[in-house]
């Protein structure tokens, strides 16, 4: 007889990181409500800072127009109006969705591993997305539409996440810090790769390559928040409801497996899924690293390690992080807008030093 495991008889292995208790149920629902006031209000901030400044009333007035007309008295110009409704509130919009999924991913990621140092970047999945992408904005062309960019980016994340099981397999290279080593070898190679395809290009289009290979926001319109908002809402509920099966893997195999779990096969349906949302995310936004690695150890400290509490608060904590990140890029050099992965970068790379150093202390 099969039986679904529950946070209490499945504690996750990476609760173990945390330094702080698990909060009661009403702080819990407190900081829910304050994370998700602070969400609104990152969404206003990143509308209204920019080249030019835009006060948060006209934001909202905007808003509030838009969504009913006539609600609120017109006394902006068109220009500020285009500027709230067409460039920013998507742009921000895309950045909160982006910035969800890959903390959703990597949390997911380091349960299904059991290893604390896993993300989409760090495991090839992001270089295999961006590798579709490139094929699709270089070679094959737009043959299906505005739907050929994700669908090239998940067979691409999908194929990167099969060739680093493959050569685990082959490698014997199945402990947690050897698959994130493989990881990061299939990674070089798949951007090895991708560079090729750069090489054989158009060279005129090189410069709509870089915006995939460094991480960008900027091409976000209305049209694009469709598909990264389904399927980041289908990703998220169907991980929700396997949260106790998450748990469970992060103790161990046989664990899993005599609670009723067919392990080899969630696991590669956890990477399918995890593909899906990546390729979709990098189709939209480029690049971007280690989200998935930092949000969900600094989620940890806070909910613990039930994988119930830990999806969705990653996902709030993911999506304000990546908002204010974007805001660094647009202003720390203004007018220019430095590329989002590069903020990113900087930020996950000192994380994750602090991340080993944590670790090695704690063994």
Same mark, same amino acid.
């Given at each position: 007889?099969?039986?679904?495991?529950?946070?209490?008889?499945?504690?996750?292995?990476?609760?173990?990181?945390?330094?702080?208790?698990?909060?009661?149920?009403?702080?819990?629902? +407190?900081?829910?409500?304050? /994370?998700?006031?602070?969400?609104?209000?990152?969404?206003?901030?990143?509308? *209204?800072?920019?080249?030019?400044?835009?006060?948060?009333?006209?934001?909202?007035?905007?808003?509030?127009?838009?969504?009913?007309?006539?609600?609120?008295?017109?006394?902006?110009?068109?220009?500020?109006?285009?500027?709230?409704?067409? !460039?920013?509130?998507?742009?921000?919009?895309?950045?909160?969705?982006?910035?969800?999924?890959?903390?959703?991913?990597? %949390?997911?990621?380091?349960?299904?591993?059991?290893?604390?140092?896993?993300?989409?970047?760090?495991?090839?999945?992001?270089?295999?997305?961006?590798?579709?992408?490139?094929?699709?904005?270089?070679?094959? +062309?737009?043959?299906?539409?505005?739907?050929?960019?994700?669908?090239?980016?998940?067979?691409?994340?999908?194929?990167?996440?099969?060739?680093?099981? *493959?050569?685990?397999?082959?490698?014997?290279?199945?402990?947690?810090?050897?698959?994130?080593?493989?990881?990061?070898?299939?990674?070089?190679?798949?951007?090895?790769?991708?560079?090729?395809?750069?090489?054989?290009?158009?060279?005129?289009?090189?410069?709509?390559?870089?915006?995939?290979?460094?991480?960008?926001?900027?091409?976000?319109?209305?049209?694009?928040?469709?598909?990264?908002?389904?399927?980041?809402?289908?990703?998220? !509920?169907?991980?929700?409801?396997? %949260? /106790?099966?998450?748990?469970?893997?992060?103790?161990?195999?046989?664990?899993?497996?005599?609670?009723?779990?067919?392990?080899?096969?969630?696991?590669?349906?956890?990477?399918?899924?995890?593909?899906?949302?990546?390729?979709?995310?990098?189709?939209?936004? +480029?690049?971007?690293?280690?989200? +998935?690695?930092?949000?969900?150890?600094?989620?940890?400290?806070?909910? /613990?390690?039930?994988?119930?509490?830990?999806?969705?608060?990653?996902?709030?904590?993911?999506?304000?992080?990546?908002?204010?990140?974007?805001?660094?890029?647009?202003?720390?050099?203004?007018?220019?807008?430095?590329? !989002?992965?590069?903020?990113?970068?900087?930020?996950?790379?000192?994380?994750? !030093?602090?991340?080993?150093?944590?670790?090695?202390?704690?063994?």
């Amino acid at each position: 007889m099969r039986t679904t495991p529950s946070p209490e008889t499945a504690a996750p292995v990476l609760a173990t990181q945390a330094r702080l208790p698990a909060l009661a149920r009403p702080v819990r629902q +407190g900081l829910w409500g304050l /994370g998700l006031v602070a969400l609104a209000l990152s969404i206003s901030a990143a509308v *209204s800072i920019g080249a030019v400044s835009i006060p948060l009333g006209t934001v909202w007035g905007v808003i509030a127009n838009r969504v009913a007309p006539g609600l609120v008295t017109t006394d902006w110009s068109a220009g500020r109006a285009a500027i709230v409704w067409d !460039i920013r509130l998507p742009r921000a919009l895309l950045a909160a969705l982006v910035g969800a999924g890959l903390a959703l991913v990597g %949390a997911v990621l380091q349960s299904v591993t059991r290893n604390p140092l896993a993300d989409p970047h760090l495991l090839g999945i992001s270089s295999g997305a961006a590798f579709g992408a490139i094929l699709a904005l270089l070679h094959t +062309g737009m043959f299906l539409g505005l739907a050929t960019v994700p669908l090239l980016a998940f067979l691409g994340a999908l194929g990167s996440t099969a060739l680093v099981l *493959s050569v685990a397999s082959f490698a014997q290279a199945t402990s947690a810090d050897r698959l994130v080593l493989t990881g990061v070898a299939v990674s070089f190679i798949v951007m090895a790769l991708a560079n090729v395809l750069i090489f054989l290009g158009d060279p005129r289009a090189a410069h709509t390559v870089v915006f995939w290979m460094l991480g960008g926001l900027g091409l976000a319109q209305w049209a694009h928040l469709v598909w990264p908002a389904l399927i980041l809402a289908g990703a998220a !509920i169907w991980f929700r409801a396997v %949260a /106790g099966s998450l748990n469970a893997m992060t103790i161990g195999d046989e664990t899993a497996s005599t609670l009723g779990i067919p392990v080899a096969r969630f696991r590669i349906t956890c990477f399918v899924v995890a593909a899906l949302v990546t390729g979709v995310l990098v189709a939209f936004s +480029g690049v971007i690293g280690f989200v +998935g690695l930092m949000i969900p150890h600094i989620v940890r400290l806070v909910v /613990g390690g039930d994988n119930a509490r830990v999806l969705p608060a990653a996902m709030l904590v993911g999506a304000i992080f990546l908002v204010w990140a974007d805001i660094i890029a647009r202003t720390i050099m203004r007018p220019e807008d430095m590329p !989002i992965g590069i903020v990113t970068g900087l930020i996950g790379g000192i994380f994750f !030093i602090w991340l080993l150093r944590r670790r090695s202390r704690t063994q």
